[in-house]
């Protein structure tokens, strides 16, 4: 070692560093406390997200206008119609924070459902007013609270939308190509999620509650899960 | 889990969760080097102190673009670095970097032989005021490895440039040092 190098080598110990106070560590938490909650449990509005080309692919496939048109007014779920969903979604479930079940049902103020037919969920989340549960195939149901703001449904041309009867009230079949959501969040950033699993979906509304149930396989399948919820699967 | 002492992944997932406790564990684990990190920006121990504090704050919001398994400390002092240059930019003036009080000679242990060579505060003085007096690129990459003895590969992450050129700047830094110092001072 020459003599700079032995210099430079002894610099660390003998600058004269600044030592972090004791109340620094406790000072960011109550920033971020002060400023940034809630954000554990994170407000997400859902809220009708204006996108230009909803209308005119929706004029495109007459058939589904009216379904559609009814379930604005039925499930607070916003139906459109896009060229093309957002091609990098569906990697990262995101669902919110893992607990257990009564823990979650602790954290809403609505009564939860719990499909029969599939028993215990494997994994259940919780995120802002949402519950999820997951079961193997994968299957996710998410439920939350209807409120004033809404979600948004974007849907792939080559996807279809049928209404159906679920435990004898309307209820609105996805089949198809990928579809994602997009609501604002509380900065009012625009997010984009993928319909969280790749394949069918089931919306429907009951007692106050927004149901989504997400899985690969077909309508009957959903249904006799979805009704089991009520005692008839 | 159970008393599983938890991971740095694990602290920066719950802290993604909003778990503030996890991430106070991960302020406490890093601020040392951080706010060396600042302070050698900022020169100020008041605004080293402040300018931590309020880059661990934005870490927080920033975590959610943190990629995981990537190294967390590197990604951490970036923001620290940045935030202290946001507040330096403003201000002209640069102070030196101060010595702690201290006795001479430096380089400690056995009674130095002549081979030995003494390191003095002298020495020290005149090494920090040479790396002020170098261009910012040479003086950002000798700073950080020699007085916050990062590694090669941490120094490219925090400073955003290949490991080739922080081995080259060190060279060609150690080069114009020397130059600076005069060949016949060391």
New interface residues.
Partial sequence: M???E???????D????????EH??????S???S??R?????MRRWVWAAVGSLVILVALIPGTRQAVADLFQEAGVRIGFVQQTPSDLGRDLRL??PMTLSEAASLVEFELGFPELLGPPEETYFDADTISMVWEGPILLTQRAISTSFGEKLIAPDTSVTDVQLAGGPALWIEGAEHSFTYLDEQGNRIEESARLAGNTLLWQRGGVDHRLELADGLDRALAIAESIYGSG | MEGRPLQEGDLIERSR?????A??QL??AH??V???MA?LVVRD?AE??DV??ES??KA??ALSGFRDGSPFRPWLLKIVRNEALNRVRSAKRRHQ??????SDP??GGAAPSPET?V?T?S??V???AAIDALPDRYRAV?THR????FSERETALVLGIPPGTVKSRTSRG?ER??QI?GEDQ?
């Avoid at chain 1, 809630?38 to 994170?42: D, E, F, L, Q, Y």
């Fill in positions: 020459n003599r700079l032995r210099v430079l080598a002894s610099l660390p003998a600058v004269d560093w600044p030592e972090p106070s620094l560590a406790t000072r960011v938490v920033r971020i406390d400023e940034m809630p954000r554990g449990v994170r919110g924070d | 969760n909003g778990d503030v406790v991430f106070e302020v406490r601020q040392d951080a706010i060396r302070h121990h080293a102190e931590t504090q661990f704050v927080y919001t970097l101060a010595l702690r009080e201290a430096v380089s060579v390191v505060r020495d020290q005149t090494v920090l000798l020699f007085l916050l003895e150690l040092l020397r110092i060391m």
